[in-house]
């Protein structure tokens, strides 16, 4: 079994009037070169959570930091414009919840963080802030989760 030390939460970057199936995830990410999802779960709309990844498979979601890491995918992040925004629903958000406490159980050492709080520290002060985030998933505040996992 891999080290495990880092929960990666991420979003699909989709809209949030649109539905977006694992099949079109693993379908998007295999275009781009990774062999299926990335991810090692998708949390969908209604809250159900799918195995997209074997854990002992390394994904491909966080460059840089797939060899000690699990990702995590929710189903949305845009609104209905393409501008991103928190868009779980409550099933989402209580299935992260469940899922985050599980593997917490699992990897009790880990950090849980969003894709963006792995960008680079650019004014090295110890802190990534919003203007050094690469891109803004998950769209919503990691320590959320982890906070309410706990």
């Known amino acids: 079994m891999r080290h495990i030390d880092l929960i990666v939460i991420h979003c699909s970057a989709t809209r949030e009037d649109r539905t977006y199936s694992e099949h079109d995830l693993a379908t998007d990410h295999r275009r781009r070169g990774f062999k299926g999802a990335g991810y090692h779960f998708y ?63 699992d990897y009790p050492l880990s950090r849980v963080c969003g894709h963006r709080d792995l960008s680079p520290d650019l004014n090295h002060n110890g802190e990534v802030e919003p203007e050094e985030w690469v891109k803004q998933c998950p769209c919503f505040e990691g320590s959320e989760v982890i906070c309410s996992a706990k």
């Open 43 to 105: 949390v969908r709309k209604d809250g159900k959570i799918v195995t997209t990844r074997p854990l002992e498979q390394v994904g491909a979601h966080a460059r840089g930091y797939n060899a000690n890491s699990i990702g995590i995918c929710y189903e949305g992040g845009l609104d209905s414009r393409g501008m991103p925004k928190d868009t779980r629903t409550c099933h989402q958000k209580h299935s992260l919840r469940v899922l985050v406490r599980t593997l917490l159980i």
